[in-house]
């Protein structure tokens, strides 16, 4: 088959889902308020809280959601063929992912911007809120310190690749002030020089890589696991608007950028898509994903692209913070996961790899060696982009749990306190970095974001049951029914997988009772969650029996601002 069939299947298929079936959770479902004020505007602070241009917030959220996972996952899900990755992001993504993304932000936008572990709280009750806080935190760590290790590898001895990765901070810094300082509001100058100033690094990376500045850039693993949390630090702490944001922004461009020239270059050069339909391994033999059946492990091994937990943490972390109107969270949470399956489907037409593609243009054949090295600084960049976003994220969520302990670290104005916390954040996941491996960390990944969609989506479901008639919790409760069956199935075979024999000579026994006893807490954690929410929804329907038509929220936090629990319901 013609590679070319995927990515214009999935540009169609998102294209309907967007117009049709999002507008449709928007409209009908949420019932958003493009008058309504947001977070950004009644909590602005100038710090976290800024009211943003929508499409730069695009830009950030989606470059912080489209980490390895569009990447990685798609090419490793090819050991079972093409088809069953495909479908699972065609209509995960369509029905379940965009869904996923688009509810969370809005609950978090109008809950004042409160983490997801504050909504569980809320809205479902104070088990579901213990009981998320413990899962979220520990998962939120993981997932970052699997992040950092993935770009350790990508950076390790790659001069170019540092390199261009270090010039999108000062060219995030001068867009940043530009747009906020010197020529405020000004989103198409500041692009044009912001880009301008990518690309001269892009492709100063061949000139740099023989030139006697080379060292300068040319790292050790250690060295770099040692430098990712300095950075992650500073982009946690630092007001959002001059680095975070611009440089996600920033990035956008390139991502969006290369997978609009590799659909043109699938076009051009329209590779066969040799590997079968449905392969053999589909049962578990594979030599990639060895002992992993395609049922549950293939909607765990590709996670972004299709639904993803990580997203609920940006979707309630930094976006909600700089929403400019409840209209523009259809364009920013939806449209920007639609966008990543587009990624995601093009790793599984293009496992044939981008530097072949591109190579494979006309008079490019000669650098093939030139796009290797492009496609290793691409993938560091898509994934830098969201270990940064995540870290603030994390600051975020460590401090509404600090505050509960002592009120002052809580505060996200104060300097020491924000400092403070970060610190930890950082020293958590680096140590993690710079200690484990990937074999030590990458077991419990898939899983864990997998069982934090399912804690999206039962706060998500919570949500939309007590504002709206029960059959419009549909569009949240079949995604979570379907993920809480595989996620629950493969956490429970994994489980008995790290306490195999064989998993124990391999990893040794430490490593291996650590794995499974992590993964038997998360799945008692989630259980909880789910519990507590099947017990919250049928408080609701009683109360709705009872003719109550405003079901109050479970609790209001009086420290945050946001609306009343009466006014949450009456929309």
């Known amino acids: 088959m013609n590679s070319l069939v995927l990515p214009l ?231 959002v608007w001059l680095l975070l944001c611009p440089r996600d922004y920033l990035s956008t461009y390139m991502k969006i950028g290369t997978i609009v020239l590799l659909v043109v270059g699938v076009a051009i050069v329209h590779p066969k898509l040799l590997m079968p339909a449905v392969t053999p391994y589909v049962n578990g033999t594979g030599p990639v994903l060895p002992g992993m059946k395609v049922f549950p492990f293939c909607f765990i091994v590709i996670a972004c692209g299709a639904i993803s937990g990580f997203h609920s943490l940006i979707g309630s972390g930094t976006t909600p913070r700089m929403i400019p109107n409840e209209g523009s969270i259809k364009f920013i949470g939806a449209g920007a996961m639609l966008t990543e399956g587009v990624v995601a489907i093009m790793a599984v037409s293009l496992a044939v790899g981008m530097a072949q593609i591109f190579s494979g243009l006309p008079g490019m054949r000669g ?75 990458w077991p419990l990944f898939g899983v864990s974001n997998q069982l934090l969609a399912v804690i999206a989506l039962a706060v998500g479901t919570s949500f939309i049951l007590r504002q709206r008639p029960a059959p419009y919790a549909l569009v949240t409760l079949v995604p979570l029914a379907f993920l809480t069956v595989s996620t629950m199935t493969a956490g429970v075979l994994n489980t008995f997988r790290y306490l195999s024999p064989a998993y124990v000579a391999d990893k040794g026994a430490t490593v291996a009772y650590i794995d499974g006893a992590l993964s038997v807490i998360l799945i008692f954690l989630v259980g909880l969650v789910l519990i507590d929410s099947v017990r919250r929804w049928g408080y609701i329907l009683a109360e709705r029996r009872r003719g109550v038509v405003n079901v109050p929220a479970v609790a209001r936090d009086p420290d945050r601002a946001g609306p009343s629990p009466v006014a949450e319901v009456a929309g």
């Open 9 to 239: 299947t999935a540009i169609v298929l998102f294209a309907f889902a967007y117009r049709y079936y999002i507008a449709f959770v928007a409209t009908k479902v949420a019932r958003v308020d493009p008058s309504r004020p947001t977070p950004a505007v009644t909590q602005a602070d100038g710090r976290d809280f800024v009211k943003t241009n929508k499409y730069v917030l695009f830009g950030h959220h989606f470059a912080a959601i489209s980490a390895s996972g569009p990447l990685i996952g798609p090419v490793l899900a090819a050991q079972f063929g093409y088809l069953p990755g495909a479908l699972w992001i065609l209509f995960g993504a369509a029905l379940g992912g965009a869904v996923h993304d688009f509810i969370i932000l809005f609950a978090s936008v109008r809950h004042g911007a409160a983490p997801l572990s504050e909504i569980a709280r809320r809205e479902i009750g104070p088990v579901a809120h213990k009981a998320a806080t413990a899962a979220i935190l520990f998962i939120t760590i993981l997932l970052l310190a699997g992040l950092a290790i993935v770009v350790v590898n990508a950076l390790a001895h790659s001069p170019w690749g540092t390199f261009t990765v270090a010039m999108t901070i000062p060219a995030a810094l001068l867009f940043g002030l530009y747009m906020y300082r010197i020529r405020p509001g000004r989103v198409v100058e500041g692009s044009l020089i912001g880009v301008a100033l990518i690309l001269l690094a892009v492709f100063a990376g061949p000139w740099l890589v023989k030139s006697q500045f080379a060292s300068w850039f040319t790292f050790q693993p250690k060295t770099l696991a040692l430098m990712l949390p300095v950075y992650g630090f500073i982009a946690a702490t630092l007001p």
């Open 367 to 441: 650098l093939m060696a030139y796009w290797y090295h492009f496609a290793i600084m691409f993938e560091a960049v898509f994934i830098l982009t969201a270990l940064d976003t995540g870290t603030r994220v994390a600051r975020y969520l460590f401090q509404d749990v600090a505050r509960h302990v002592w009120a002052p670290l809580g505060s996200t104005t104060n300097w020491v306190s924000v400092s403070a916390v970060g610190a930890v954040v950082c020293v958590a996941w680096g140590y993690l970095a710079v200690t484990g491996s990937i074999e030590t960390i």
